[in-house]
C-alpha cells in the first residue's frame, strides 16, 4: 500500500498521544499543555495556525523546564537561570545528572530553537509544526527518563512556589520539636519570599 500524506500524519498524532500518556504519569501539566498543542495542529490550516503551535510548545518547554531545574545544579560562578530561561535550565539539570548528556543537551536546545522560530516565522508549515511537536515530546521523555534513572526526586510536592511563582524552592532540614524531644524532616523553602511546606507535617506558612 503506498503511503499517503494523511495516513502518515495520523500514524504521527496516534503515536504522540501514547507518548504524552507515558509523559502525563510525570508531569501533567506538560502533558495537558501539549494535548492542546496536539489538538490545535489538528485543527490548524493556516501560518498563523502554525505559529501558535510554536507558542504552545515554547511555553511547555518553560513549564517543564521549571519542573526538572534545581538551584543546586546551577555550575559555579553562573548566574542562575531566569524563570522562563528554558534552555540553560534544562542543560544545566542535564549537565548536573550525566556528564554524557551532551547530545540530548543540544537536541532539546535545537527543539527548543525550532518552537521559537516557529512562532515568528511567516512561512511557518505544517511539517514544521510536526517537527516541533513530535522532538518535543520525545526529548522531553529522554530527559525525564535520565532524571527518573538518576533517582532525582521528579515528584516533588511543589516545584514553583504557590506564595510568588518563583521556582528558586529549596529542602532543608527541619527539627520539630515535641515534649519528649525532636525529629528531623524535610522542610521546603522558597528563598525569594519564604514561603515553606514542611513535608511530614504538610503545613504551610511564610517565614
Ligand atoms: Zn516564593
Known amino acids: 500500500m503506498a503511503a499517503s500524506p494523511d495516513r ?26 501539549l494535548s ?3 489538538t490545535q495542529f489538528s485543527k490548524a ?28 545544579f546551577c555550575p559555579a560562578g553562573q548566574q542562575a537561570p531566569g524563570p522562563a530561561d528554558a534552555k540553560k535550565m534544562v542543560e ?11 547530545y540530548l543537551v543540544l537536541s532539546s536546545n535545537r527543539v527548543y530553537a525550532l518552537a521559537n522560530e516557529l512562532q515568528h516565522d511567516l512561512g511557518a508549515t505544517r511539517e514544521s509544526a510536526l517537527w516541533c511537536l513530535c522532538s518535543t515530546v520525545l526529548n522531553m521523555l529522554l530527559i525525564l527518563d535520565l532524571v527518573v ?7 516533588r510536592p511543589y516545584y514553583k512556589c504557590p506564595n510568588c511563582g518563583g521556582i528558586s524552592l529549596e529542602t532543608k532540614e527541619h527539627w520539630e520539636v515535641e515534649y519528649d524531644g525532636a525529629w528531623k524532616c524535610d522542610k521546603l523553602i522558597c528563598t525569594d519570599c519564604g514561603w515553606y511546606y514542611i513535608e511530614d507535617l504538610g503545613v504551610t506558612g511564610i517565614e
Open 36 to 38: 492542546l498543542t496536539v
Open 45 to 72: 490550516r493556516s501560518v498563523q495556525e502554525y505559529q501558535q503551535i510554536g507558542i504552545g510548545v515554547r511555553d511547555s518547554w518553560i513549564e517543564f523546564a521549571q519542573s526538572i531545574f534545581r538551584p543546586e
Open 8 to 33: 502518515f500524519e495520523h500514524s504521527v498524532s496516534t503515536a504522540i498521544v501514547a507518548l504524552l500518556n507515558e509523559l502525563a504519569t510525570y508531569n501533567t501539566v506538560v502533558a495537558n499543555k
Open 149 to 155: 534513572r538518576s533517582r532525582v526526586k521528579v515528584k
Open 92 to 102: 544545566y539539570t542535564l549537565r548536573s545528572l550525566d556528564h554524557k548528556s551532551g
